[in-house]
């Protein structure tokens, strides 16, 4: 007789699913409760749960909205936002405990996420070798 193997796997979709969920609840629990105290705009860029669920990565990058900013004082406020976030973990594990009914709630460890900028930065130099392709093409080109 064959045992059950689908309880050793672990269920992707299930896990999925689940980082989805904490990925929304965080973005939700910043919005409401700690946007006042960040430096810009924080988005959580995605959540990474190993299959037991006990733990969560969560990468945020953060958005200044204001340019004057150089690179090292940008560094120092994605620094502070990970630190806010990171004092603020046990309060959102809380809200998280209260929205979602499981055994364990993971332990929420925050994260840099570098990719969304640069993500903005390679869309601006696209963006910018497309206006300049665009300015060299006659009208009879196009």
């Given at each position: 007789m064959k045992k059950n193997q689908s309880?050793?796997?672990p269920d992707g979709r299930r896990v999925s699913r689940f980082e989805n969920e904490i990925q929304s609840?965080?973005?939700l629990y910043i919005i409401?409760?700690?946007q006042s105290e960040l430096p810009g705009l924080v988005?959580?860029?995605r959540v990474q749960v190993p299959a037991d669920l006990r733990i969560a990565n969560v990468y945020v990058s953060l958005l200044n909205l204001s340019e004057e900013k150089n690179g090292q004082q940008k560094v120092q406020d994605?620094?502070?936002?990970?630190?806010?976030?990171?004092?603020?973990?046990?309060?959102?594990?809380?809200?998280?405990?209260?929205?979602?009914?499981?055994k364990y709630i993971p332990k929420l460890t925050f994260f840099a996420d570098?990719?969304?900028e640069k993500i903005l930065k390679i869309e601006k130099l696209l963006n910018q070798m497309?206006?300049?392709?665009l300015k060299n093409i006659d009208d009879e080109e196009i």
């Open positions: 309880s050793a796997k609840i965080v973005s409401h409760n700690l988005t959580v860029a994605l620094e502070n936002t990970i630190d806010i976030l990171q004092r603020s973990a046990k309060d959102i594990q809380s809200e998280i405990s209260r929205k979602v009914q499981m570098e990719s969304t497309g206006t300049a392709n």
